[in-house]
């Protein structure tokens, strides 16, 4: 009785310990024949060979799909490449023309300022014109006629105006 316990004893706890590793792989090696010894029994009956032709099938198509998929995203990259290229062109283009207008007004603004200097150079003679006439027509005791006097004042408001204006 005691070596029959024993025995089963021992059976149980060695069969508890084994335990049972099965492949579910999709993939086999290119060169195998037959479904691997510990695939499950669905793999063993319906390989034959045509899962794993099926198998390389579905993954060689996969493989193609993925291959057309990252081409367009590359199509896709290179055209937003192209249109973000096209557009920092036009932004320099216009930074440029800008630029040159900004340089033509600032000419314009040095003429203009040349013509107002001028103006001002032409506006302190004519006064030096002025008092030097007046100094004579009091040394000489003459005395100006007032048509004269009003046209020089027209003269010098006329001027004034311009001076304000620019």
Same mark, same amino acid.
Do not use: C, M
């Given at each position: 009785? &005691?070596?029959?316990?024993?025995?089963?004893?021992?059976?149980?706890?060695?069969?508890?310990?084994?335990? &049972?590793?099965?492949?579910?792989?999709?993939?086999?090696?290119?060169?195998?024949?037959?479904?691997?010894?510990?695939?499950?029994?669905?793999?063993?009956?319906?390989?034959?060979?045509?899962?794993?032709?099926?198998? +390389?099938?579905?993954?060689?198509?996969? =493989?193609?799909?993925?291959?057309?998929?990252?081409?367009? $995203?590359?199509?896709? @990259?290179?055209?937003?490449?192209?249109? @973000?290229?096209?557009?920092?062109?036009?932004?320099?283009?216009?930074?440029?023309?800008? %630029?040159?207008?900004?340089?033509?007004?600032?000419?314009?603004?040095?003429?203009? %300022?040349?013509?107002?200097?001028?103006?001002?150079?032409?506006?302190?003679?004519?006064? =030096?014109?002025?008092?030097?006439?007046? +100094?004579?027509? $009091?040394?000489?005791?003459?005395?100006?006629? +007032?048509? %004269?006097?009003? +046209?020089?004042? =027209?003269?010098?408001?006329?001027?004034?105006?311009?001076?304000?204006?620019?």
């Amino acid at each position: 009785l &005691r070596s029959f316990l024993r025995n089963y004893v021992d059976n149980a706890a060695s069969n508890a310990r084994r335990v &049972r590793k099965r492949v579910y792989d999709t993939e086999y090696a290119p060169n195998e024949d037959s479904a691997p010894v510990n695939a499950p029994k669905w793999a063993k009956v319906g390989y034959k060979g045509s899962l794993k032709h099926l198998v +390389e099938k579905y993954s060689a198509n996969r =493989e193609e799909v993925e291959d057309d998929k990252s081409q367009e $995203d590359d199509d896709k @990259i290179q055209e937003d490449d192209d249109k @973000i290229q096209e557009d920092d062109d036009k932004s320099q283009e216009d930074d440029d023309k800008s %630029q040159e207008d900004d340089d033509k007004s600032q000419e314009d603004d040095d003429k203009s %300022q040349e013509n107002d200097n001028k103006s001002q150079e032409n506006d302190n003679k004519s006064q =030096e014109d002025d008092d030097k006439s007046q +100094e004579d027509d $009091d040394a000489t005791g003459g005395e100006k006629n +007032e048509d %004269q006097e009003k +046209e020089q004042d =027209e003269e010098v408001d006329d001027r004034k105006k311009r001076k304000k204006r620019s």
